[in-house]
T-cell receptor, first 111, second 115 residues
Framework: QKEVEQDPGPLSVPEGAIVSLNCTYSNSAFQYFMWYRQYSRKGPELLMYTYSSGNKEDGRFTAQVDKSSKYISLFIRDSQPSDSATYLCAMRGTGGFKTIFGAGTRLFVKA | DSGVTQTPKHLITATGQRVTLRCSPRSGDLSVYWYQQSLDQGLQFLIQYYNGEERAKGNILERFSAQQFPDLHSELNLSSLELGDSALYFC??????????????FGPGTRLTVL
């Protein structure tokens, strides 16, 4: 079993839809949770960063962490065609240096 | 632009050969990470250096090696290349190399094709 599980998709939605992307994990020591966006043939770029449980909002993006369920989510409101990319979740323990990435979910937003 | 540079952008070589990938971290970042990304494996952590010293090792093959130089740039050496080594290789850098709110910034990657 992988430490981080993420549905690879693809996920296809119409423009303006609310998108929900999710990851589950098995290591209860993870404390730092991140979402990266990766456009085709580009390097991943950090979108959101959350410490421990709770919600964090940045514009159209909201990240949620539920440590009791070992489940994290990224919501994208009013999705745009420019949001079409692969979204990778990533997480790390408090004293750890190794960041574990999910496999990534490919998202297509249709105009 | 993340500030992390990687060269070359593309590399085509034959099985059994050896190649070197180069990474320059963002100004001020002390830590460098190497990742391999292939279609069926996702983003796999290979190795991390902090200020010239190896800090963490992931799923790096014995045929692969890396180092970080005094000017903090890093090189990833891949030898005895096999078809399965064809992938995107990303370098990332961060300020502290771990701990609270230490964000990794990724370079544009090197696409390696082994024929």
């Amino acid at each position: 079993q992988k430490e981080v599980e993420q549905d690879p998709g693809p996920l296809s939605v119409p423009e303006g839809a609310i998108v929900s992307l999710n990851c589950t994990y098995s290591n209860s020591a993870f404390q730092y949770f991140m979402w990266y966006r990766q456009y085709s043939r580009k390097g991943p770029e950090l979108l959101m960063y959350t410490y421990s449980s709770g919600n964090k909002e940045d514009g159209r993006f909201t990240a949620q962490v539920d440590k009791s369920s070992k489940y994290i989510s990224l919501f994208i409101r009013d999705s745009q065609p420019s949001d079409s990319a692969t979204y990778l979740c990533a997480m790390r323990g408090t004293g750890g240096f190794k960041t574990i990435f999910g496999a990534g979910t490919r998202l297509f937003v249709k105009a | 632009d993340s500030g992390v540079t990687q060269t070359p952008k593309h590399l085509i070589t034959a099985t059994g050969q050896r190649v070197t990938l180069r990474c320059s971290p963002r100004s001020g970042d002390l830590s460098v990470y190497w990742y391999q990304q292939s279609l069926d494996q996702g983003l796999q952590f290979l190795i991390q250096y902090y200020n010239g010293e190896e800090r963490a090792k992931g799923n790096i093959l014995e045929r692969f090696s890396a180092q970080q130089f005094p000017d903090l740039h890093s090189e990833l050496n891949l030898s005895s290349l096999e078809l399965g080594d064809s992938a995107l290789y990303f370098c990332a850098s961060s300020v502290r190399g771990g701990g609270a709110e230490d964000t990794q910034y990724f370079g544009p990657g090197t696409r390696l094709t082994v024929l």
